[in-house]
């Protein structure tokens, strides 16, 4: 089955009602080319001045991981000013159920995700998207977003499965994936971003709870 993904924006809906606290978190201390003045990762739900910086690092984090997988045309347009108006749009008057948490160093981002609560009737809550700069890779971030993710998940919809849908050829993150409780449902070929085909496996947890407490 041939699935368009679109980086159109979605629904918007009310502010969250339940906002988390933010959250410190001591780290190891980071690669070259981040800034980390003060020893802590702070975790937070995404503000709409966040905006820009997660829209620069997902076009970013895109055009350096699907180059030879989606179309040249489409990663060297003029991705990050599409993806700075899906994020103000996305933050600007978020959905209920959207949640997108930021990792920051003082006032560099290190990484973001975003979730959307019971997002299909089959295969239930989205991880829509995860992105950690370059030089904080390997860390804990990536897993740390991903364990928030499924706390405020399974804070509202625990009783849904949770999926995402990642290339066949990040074999990175799928193995992230897998070590975070998840397994591949399915793998299939689908129309993506820019009309280019691609290879897209399905990566399932059958319960919130479980990518919390990996
Ligand atoms: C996939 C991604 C989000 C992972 O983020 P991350 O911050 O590196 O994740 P973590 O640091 O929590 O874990 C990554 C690995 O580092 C290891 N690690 C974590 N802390 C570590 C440390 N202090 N020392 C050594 N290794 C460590 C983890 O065990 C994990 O190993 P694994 O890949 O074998 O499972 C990141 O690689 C990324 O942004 N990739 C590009 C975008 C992308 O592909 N997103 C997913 C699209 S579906």
Redesign the pocket.
Known sequence: MRRRHSVARRGFGDRLTQPLQPTRTKT?RLKGGVRQQSGVIEYRQARLSDAQAIGLLHAR?FR??VRGEFTDAFLDADLPAELLQLWQGRLDRPPENQFVQVALDDANLL?FVCAYGAHDSQWGSLID?????HS?????????L?KQAGAWITSRYSDMAVY????ES?S??R??Y??LGARNAETSTMETHGGAVVRSCRYTWPRPQRMSAA
């Open positions: 190891a984090s350096e991981n990484g998207n995860l992105h950690v700069v904080a890779r390997k860390t804990g971030v990536g897993s740390s991903m995402l849908l990642v290339l990040n990175v993150a193995r992230f897998e070590r």
